[in-house]
């Protein structure tokens, strides 16, 4: 990921209360991930994971689930069976506040200079990924322009637009 698309937001005494990272091309990030991050990974601590047999996001199979993403990060990231989303928002993004500096500003901040940076690099628009049941962050986000990805994901089961299979996830998206 190009270095200056990180932003970590300091308390004023050195102490971080929170960060935003993205990548422009999330295709490209992808590739660069393959060839050039995985590759270091400790292999005795962080042992690569049987990635054909699928692991459950609960309970004791949590860690092979979370070694699973680590090492093939590919659906969440491409979503192929969603092609449009990356033609249409290429880059994407992870914002964290602590809770005890959220709503009084810093996440706002820390997106507009994201958002900045990615126009001003003529990306034509960015999509995030958050858990479906976090509606505090849902409205933080739509104050500032993003909405649902206006597509059903999940073949109807839920009938909202955005919404992943399964009721977890949802896609969220801003035009730049």
């Keep these: 990921m190009h270095p200056d698309y990180g932003f970590v937001l ?6 971080a209360i929170g960060y935003i990272l993205g990548a422009p091309d999330s295709k490209e ?7 050039e991050y995985i590759p270091t990974l ?3 601590n962080l042992p690569k994971p049987n990635l ?5 996001w609960v309970g004791d199979d949590l860690p092979t689930a979370l070694l ?3 090492y093939a990060p590919d659906k969440s990231i491409l979503h192929a069976e969603f092609p449009q989303l990356l033609e249409q928002y290429p880059a994407h993004l992870h ?11 810093y996440g706002r901040k820390l997106m507009r200079e994201y958002l900045r940076k990615l126009r001003d690099e003529n990306i034509k628009g960015v ?23 206006p597509m059903i994901l999940d073949g109807g089961e839920s009938g909202e637009l955005g919404r992943e299979r399964g009721n977890r996830n949802v896609w969220l998206v801003r035009e730049l």
């Design 42 to 44: 400790d292999q005795v």
């Design 127 to 149: 999509h995030l990924v958050m858990a479906g049941d976090n509606f505090g962050a849902e409205t933080f986000y739509r104050k500032l322009g993003f909405g649902r990805f």
């Design 29 to 35: 990030f992808l590739s660069r991930y393959h060839s």
């Design 10 to 15: 300091d308390s004023g005494d050195g102490a």
């Design 52 to 56: 054909h047999v699928p692991a459950q």
């Design 95 to 105: 914002i964290d506040v602590l809770p005890e500096y959220q709503r009084q500003g």
């Design 68 to 70: 699973q993403l680590l």
